[in-house]
């Protein structure tokens, strides 16, 4: 590990024990567990809850087939393989993980909720790495970042404080829509990443109305269960991206793209002035 990275990961450290300094410790509210759809169906609890995870179960398995099998990844890397692997098999874990919970919901069998999901955030982050900073430090990382997650899940059940679980959840939720934007991509159809991120704002705008929606639908669906099946989404959109991609013969950030596409749109609809830079659009093409 090169000078740059350790002081990186030494930054990174001194950052979060200040944050762990200056906050006060966040418990596990009981009322967490209070969902608005208790109903039961073919003696299942809270059923909807329960079998909306199933979506997590379909995607990540066929994810992890496409892996390792035939040609869908033969544009990954190694150490790509390696993060997405580490990924569908966190998604494929959260449909056995949440199901679990969700039959008898409690602090006990919510580690079994959440255990899978930091899995597969923290892959998420590796993989972006490789993919726009540097392959040999995103592989790297992979290990060290699945281990602060797991190491999250297990401070907050022996300490009863979110915080680091906070931190590994939501960081992978800022960094990675920027990222993507900022960061020009090694491969094509990056926008994919967008609608996943799309997706996953709308899973925690759906759990933080389960009640609401649960009236509005007049009891017929809750909140968390669309929860579900609009974070199931973000693999889905993940996965139709990899399907889709091609390596990107010139390397352009989102950000210089629309920067360029509303200059275009401007000159052609506005007649104002030009800027003095320009870019050239790259046309994609899909992996056959």
């Known amino acids: 590990m090169s000078k740059r990275s350790v002081y990186a990961w030494l930054v990174a450290l001194f950052c979060f024990i200040v944050l762990m300094i200056v906050t006060p410790a966040i418990p596990q509210s009981q009322d ?7 109903r039961n169906f073919f003696g299942i609890p809270n059923t909807l809850n ?14 992890l087939v496409l892996c390792h099998h035939g040609n869908y990844f033969r544009l990954c890397l190694q150490g790509e393989i390696w993060g997405w692997t580490c990924f569908y098999a966190g998604v494929a874990a959260v449909a056995v993980g ?47 970042l699945l281990l602060a997650g797991i190491i999250s899940i297990v401070y907050w059940r022996f300490f009863d404080d979110l ?6 959840q939501f960081l992978p939720c800022i960094a990675i829509p920027l990222m993507a934007i900022l960061l020009p991509p090694m491969y094509t159809h990056s ?32 909140g968390h269960t669309l ?8 693999p889905v959109f ?31 609809n506005s007649n104002v002035e030009s800027y003095s830079y320009s870019y050239t659009n790259v046309q994609t093409v899909d992996s056959q």
């Open 98 to 144: 949440s199901s679990y919970y969700h039959l008898k919901p409690d602090d006990a069998r919510l580690v079994w909720d959440r255990l899978p999901m930091t899995v597969a955030f923290t892959s998420i982050i590796a993989i972006f790495i490789i993919e726009r900073i540097d392959e040999s430090k995103g592989t790297v990382s992979i290990i060290p």
């Open 238 to 268: 993940l996965t139709f991206m990899l399907a889709k991609r091609n390596i990107e013969p010139e390397r352009q950030s989102l950000l210089k793209t629309w920067r360029v596409s509303w200059t275009k749109f401007r000159e052609g």
């Open 32 to 38: 967490y567990h209070n969902f608005a759809d208790h």
């Open 50 to 63: 329960v079998v909306s995870n199933f979506p997590f179960l379909v995607i990540g398995l066929i994810g």
């Open 163 to 168: 915080r680091p679980y906070a931190l590994v």
């Open 191 to 222: 926008t994919y990443w967008l609608w996943a991120a799309g997706s996953y704002l709308l899973a925690k705008v759906l759990e933080a109305t389960d009640e609401v929606i649960y009236e509005w639908t007049h009891h017929i669906v809750s």
């Open 227 to 234: 929860k579900h099946l609009a974070a199931a989404m973000v």
